[in-house]
């Protein structure tokens, strides 16, 4: 039986943002400055060498933690080199493959169909641009940012669940119809990589969804009403190494 994997909707193309009001764009500013210092390593936590490796990284990681996608795509990117291969990988042989990363059978069924759409619709090449990812089957607007960004240095904002976390938190997703076009509106394009990075870096380590606010480097900037006061007491003897944590930098 196919294992059932939550399923996020698609997301839809952000409509246009009005302008922010200039208090709110100054503290975002804020807020980015801070954080881009409290994690000097933002970028990209998943390993790979071209488009498609990030492509199907991304798909691979719903769901997981990216350090087991790692691991696994660490040998699978030596056997898989191009689309053709996952088009045309045998049932079961695939889904072995990925066997580690959770909801497998789904997984590699996107995979197969990305890898389809490449061969057909572009010649097997990843397209560098939002329309042309998200016209591929099983590629929403958070998959396509995060290639965009980080395979081709297209500015994009990713709006995954930690950055969704952070942004309404904080209250910088009240400038446009949805948090993707209120970052959109609020950070300069040049800025767009650096925010989606430092956000989900932060969501990760210290605003998670039982928030360490006592360590939390922009605290005075958050108008979050249940902040915690006190950090977990496994946690208070540790807090050094809990701010230093940040993934290693890969070349840009």
Request: charged share 30%; net charge positive; aromatic share 6%.
């Amino acid at each position: 039986m196919v294992q059932p994997m939550p399923a996020r909707p698609k997301r839809p193309k952000p409509r246009a943002a009005r302008p922010p009001d200039p208090a709110l764009r100054s503290r975002a500013r804020k807020i980015l400055t801070r954080l881009a210092k409290a994690y000097p390593d933002w970028g990209p936590t998943l390993d790979f060498s071209s488009p498609l490796e990030l492509l199907v990284a991304t798909i691979l990681a719903a769901q997981a933690r990216d350090e087991r996608i790692n691991e696994v795509t660490r040998v699978l990117f030596t056997k898989y080199r191009g689309p053709a291969d996952y088009a045309a990988a045998p049932k079961g042989v695939l889904e072995q493959d990925i066997k580690a990363t959770g909801f497998f059978n789904l997984k590699a069924e996107r995979l197969r169909v990305m890898a389809r759409g490449l061969l057909d619709e572009f010649g097997g090449e990843v397209p560098s641009d939002m329309d042309g990812l998200t016209r591929l089957r099983g590629v929403g607007r958070k998959t396509a940012s995060i290639v965009l960004g980080a395979a081709f240095g297209v500015p994009a904002v990713a709006v995954d669940r930690h950055v969704e976390r952070v942004a309404q938190r904080l209250r910088v997703d009240r400038a446009g119809p949805d948090i993707e076009a209120s970052l959109r509106a609020i950070y300069p394009k040049k800025d767009w990589i650096k925010l989606t990075w430092c956000f989900v870096l932060h969501g990760r380590r210290i605003c998670r969804p039982t928030p360490l606010c006592p360590i939390c480097p922009i605290n005075d900037l958050c108008p979050y009403p249940k902040k915690t006061k006190r950090l977990p007491a496994a946690l208070r003897s540790n807090q050094q190494e809990l701010r230093a944590q940040a993934p290693r930098r890969r070349p840009r």
